[in-house]
Antibody, heavy 118, light 108 residues
Framework: QVQLVESGGGLVKPGGSLRLSCEASGFRFSADYMSWIRQVPGKGLEWVSYIGGSSLSKYYADSVKGRFTISRDNAKNLLFLQMDDLRAEDTAVYYC???????????WGLGTLVSVSS | EIVLTQSPGTLSLSPGDRATLSCRASPSITTSFLAWYQQKPGQAPRLLFYGASSRATGIPDRFSASESATDFTLTISRLEPEDFAVYYCQQYDDLPRTFGQGTKLEIK
């Protein structure tokens, strides 16, 4: 079955950096778009970024464009989100999600909490 | 940006009741590129429907979804205790992909 396990979250000061990872298993990783979706605790959902299977197609929400970089390693079934110049408003649970059908997050990880605070 | 407005914000019902949740897009979505998710406390969202009315794998048939000219609707025919959660709609008709603010389905 599909498994997605995020790691790399934590507490960081404003202006700092973090790199999130998502280890995928149970499906043909290289064939699917993958996404990062975040949720401020107790609040709604925001689609942060997605990447195509060959890494040629990438998308970033305006709120993170120029600060976050999505990438993947298909040989190791890993998805990454490099987050630079972090701001307090980036504080959220970050979910890794698979898009078996483009635009639809059909499988989600448990999430990793990123807290940006001085 | 397509704004999804879900109603009601909170729905208080009892097990066995019928639940009807609405999602309206502005501007309108001309395709059927809308999904529904269920989220329970402390858990990640779970996909319920995609393509407006296609049930995801493993979703019980008491859940159904439909679309009209102006709205998308999620219906739960007979509420089970495990159905009380927050429900989100999400559009993938255009970028940015957006979610509704959620409908909380709580036990009356």
């Amino acid at each position: 079955q599909v498994q997605l396990v995020e790691s790399g979250g934590g507490l960081v000061k404003p202006g700092g950096s973090l790199r999130l990872s998502c280890e995928a298993s149970g499906f043909r990783f290289s064939a699917d778009y993958m996404s990062w979706i975040r949720q401020v605790p107790g609040k709604g959902l925001e689609w942060v970024s997605y990447i195509g299977g060959s890494s040629l197609s990438k998308y970033y929400a305006d709120s993170v464009k120029g600060r976050f970089t999505i990438s993947r390693d298909n040989a190791k079934n890993l998805l990454f989100l490099q987050m630079d110049d972090l701001r307090a408003e980036d504080t959220a649970v970050y979910y890794c999600a698979r898009e078996a059908s483009f635009g639809v997050a059909d499988s989600w990880g448990l999430g990793t909490l990123v807290s940006v605070s001085s | 940006e397509i704004v999804l407005t879900q109603s009601p914000g909170t729905l208080s019902l009892s097990p066995g009741d019928r639940a009807t949740l609405s999602c309206r897009a502005s501007p309108s979505i001309t395709t059927s590129f809308l999904a529904w998710y269920q989220q329970k406390p402390g858990q990640a969202p779970r996909l319920l429907f995609y393509g407006a009315s296609s049930r995801a794998t493993g979703i019980p048939d008491r859940f159904s979804a439909s679309e009209s000219a102006t709205d998308f609707t999620l219906t739960i025919s007979r509420l089970e205790p495990e159905d009380f959660a927050v429900y989100y709609c999400q559009q993938y008709d255009d970028l940015p992909r957006t979610f509704g603010q959620g409908t909380k389905l709580e036990i009356k």
